[in-house]
């Protein structure tokens, strides 16, 4: 029970940041770390939609579950 509480609050917590910039860390498996920086645009009941800036104006954009912030697989550092 106690599970569906964080996700609940990691949930609530990523709505509050929509529209601001983060500094995004995702495990690329077999030992890489994804370092980016971007958006998050939208919130879902499961997910959550976060758009990458790169150097060459190509939109691109990741989506993650709130049970990969909780496993620690994503980590975000809000701006």
């Known amino acids: 029970m106690e599970k569906y509480n964080k996700l609940a609050a990691i949930k609530q917590d990523i709505e509050s940041h929509v529209g601001e910039m983060v500094t995004l860390k995702a495990n690329g498996g077999r030992r890489k770390i994804l ?43 809000y701006a």
């Open 35 to 77: 370092v980016n920086k971007g958006i998050i645009e939208k919130t879902y009941a499961s997910i959550f939609v976060i758009r990458l800036e790169s150097e060459n104006d190509t939109r691109r954009t990741v989506t993650y579950s709130y049970s990969d912030v909780l496993t620690k697989t994503v980590q975000l550092v």
